[in-house]
């Protein structure tokens, strides 16, 4: 189910219908949806019972990774995502306060909210959506492989800068 963030209305309904159940919460960008992507949000679903995905807006992937970014664009990257087995409900995100509106719909006194982050958040206590004491980070950790979307847009580029060069003189 794909939600709108500033849909008060549906989010209350996500929460009610959860039930007892425990909620995670996680964001990304998740632009060229691969391997490591969905590793992560496979991970992030077996700490919990439903996994809700915030994916990033394109203004907001532009301003994290830069003006060529992304490539895929956001209603396209977010039903890839919510397409996952794993994810139960995702959402476009805007900016860091739609993943705070989310938590702040999700959480219930005596329920829990976990929210989930790679290790590069481990240790901080700034994390949007761990504000309130019925919320809790959770750090999943990285799985050392060498295919981050950045790295495979660098393959993709250096394959290029080969292709060109192997071609030049040639005629």
């Not at 309904?13 to 490591?36: E, Y």
């Not at 992560?40 to 919990?48: G, S, T, V």
């Not at 329920?111 to 206590?125: E, I, P, S």
């Not at 959506?129 to 979307?149: C, F, H, Q, Y």
Request: with cysteine; charged share 25%.
């Amino acid at each position: 189910m794909i939600l709108d963030v500033n849909n008060w209305a549906e989010l209350q309904l996500v929460a009610k219908g959860a039930g007892d159940q425990i909620i995670g919460l996680t964001s990304g960008c998740f632009d060229l949806f691969h391997h490591l992507h969905h590793i992560f949000l496979q991970r992030c679903r077996r700490k919990c019972d439903l996994l809700v995905v915030g994916v990033n807006s394109d203004d907001l992937v532009r301003q994290e990774k830069g003006e060529e970014r992304p490539i895929i664009p956001e209603h396209q990257r977010v039903e890839m995502v919510n397409a996952q087995r794993a994810v139960a409900v995702s959402f476009v995100m805007d900016s860091i306060a739609d993943l705070r509106t989310m938590a702040g719909a999700l959480v219930a006194p005596n329920k829990y909210l976990q929210v989930f982050k790679n290790q590069v958040f481990a240790g901080r206590d700034d994390v949007a959506g761990t504000e309130n004491k019925w919320s809790r980070l959770v750090i999943i950790p990285d799985v050392e492989a060498p295919n981050s979307t950045s790295a495979i847009i660098e393959q993709i580029t250096e394959m290029r800068g080969q292709k060109g060069t192997e071609h030049e003189g040639t005629g």
